[in-house]
Structures are given as structure tokens and as C-alpha cells.
């Protein structure tokens, strides 16, 4: 096997260890989906047409990543929509599973790290 291929085989399983992160990243909080979509769209492209137009064809991926890598931006709706799961998801975790202060006040900076990070991206029209 040539090192082409091996680099080949190595970006494409990187990839789809990405995309499992990132669809993992929708239902936990401190996990984010985008960076790791974008990875794995990163990987997918250095190393196999098929997975990548795959990703970026996705119905629930492809919008976000299209949208990211041909403007930079997000939609209003998917910056609510994150900004609301991200909150309700930490506000639980902070209440209702979290007994000490200083795991609390560590979700309350990530929380707002995140928010300013969302907030400062550019919104698609």
C-alpha cells in the first residue's frame, strides 16, 4: 500500500470519527457540532469525492457546512435554535445534576465563551 492511500485511508476515518463527534455535539452541550462538520468536510475532501459530497449533501448537515464554507455565516434561526439548546441544556445541568459551585460557575464561562463565539459569527440573511 503507497503512502497516498494510507494518508487517504487516514483522513477518511478521521472524517467519520468527526462526523460521529459532531452528531454527537447536538445532544450535548459542551460538544460542538460545527468544528467538527467542518473537520470531517476538511478530511473528506483531501481524501475521498464520495464521502465528501456525501457530507455537504447530507439533509441535515450539508445546509450548515454549505452555508459556513461559502459565507462564513450562520442563519438567525440556527444561531437561536443553538444559543436556546445550549442554555436550557446547561441550566439543567447546573440545577438539577451539578452540586458544586465551582462546576457551576465552569458551565456558566463556557456558556458565555460559546454564546460570544455564536453571537460574533455573521448572520446570513
Not at 465528501?52 to 440556527?78: K, M, P
Not at 445550549?86 to 441550566?91: D, E, K, V
Request: hydrophobic fraction near 50%.
Amino acid at each position: 500500500m503507497n503512502m497516498n492511500k494510507v494518508r487517504k485511508s487516514l483522513l477518511a476515518m478521521c472524517g467519520m470519527v468527526a462526523v460521529g463527534l459532531g452528531a454527537a455535539g447536538i445532544f450535548l452541550p459542551l460538544l460542538p457540532t460545527t468544528p467538527f462538520l467542518l473537520l470531517a468536510a476538511a478530511c473528506f475532501f483531501r481524501s475521498s469525492d464520495r464521502l465528501y459530497n456525501w457530507l455537504i449533501q447530507h439533509r441535515c448537515f450539508g445546509h450548515y457546512i454549505r452555508q459556513y464554507r461559502e459565507h462564513r455565516a450562520i442563519s438567525r434561526q440556527a444561531k437561536i435554535a443553538t444559543l436556546l439548546l445550549l442554555w436550557g441544556t446547561l441550566a439543567f445541568s447546573g440545577l438539577a445534576v451539578l452540586e458544586s459551585p465551582w462546576g457551576r460557575i465552569l458551565l456558566l464561562a463556557v456558556g458565555i465563551g460559546v454564546t460570544l463565539h455564536v453571537l460574533s459569527m455573521k448572520t446570513l440573511k
